[in-house]
């Protein structure tokens, strides 16, 4: 794999692990991603005590980080695959039918690094890309899919509409990477 690929990966692990629970190596289902990242909060609201709890939420974010030569039309299937088939039974409903009590929302996100660019019928594919599902009419939260790309041939950065927040922090770590570069060369 591209040694960009590595760089472009190491420095959004470290930004990541401010938040973030960071698993390397990390297995889902019958594959290995290079990592995920888990966060998790929790927003509880009392009547004096403790124990006269009015509400609560729970809020996660279910990151896995890939490293690919190139995406395509397959991959995008396989990205929705990933989430209905993976993430979302295994991250989000940890095996049960709802998620526990008090779930409010969870955030599946997949963050590509592309050594290439796609053509633009798959990166509109990619900006078109949906999937928001949610459990007991929301009662029981949320949950919805988002995509970041990062493609290390032109340092350009696309992401799903749901991920349109992912884009500042993405196309932030191409700067950083170049800065630091300028720096060992002068």
Known sequence: MNHACDDYLR???????????????????????????????????????????????????????IKIKSIDDNFIDEMRRIFVEQMEPTLVLKGEKYPEKDHMCSYMTIVVISETSPSETVLKKLKRFSYDRGYLFNLRGHCEARIGLACMDNQAVFTNCMGKELKPLLTNIFISLKRDKEE???
């Open 11 to 65: 420095e959004l692990l470290r930004r990541y692990r401010a938040n973030f629970d960071i698993t390397e190596d990390f297995t889902l289902g019958n594959k290995v991603y290079p990592a995920y990242a888990r966060f998790f909060s929790l927003g509880e609201k009392y009547v004096l005590k403790k124990e006269a709890k009015l509400w609560a939420i729970r809020a996660y974010e279910h990151v896995l980080f």
């Open 184 to 186: 060992k060369v002068s």
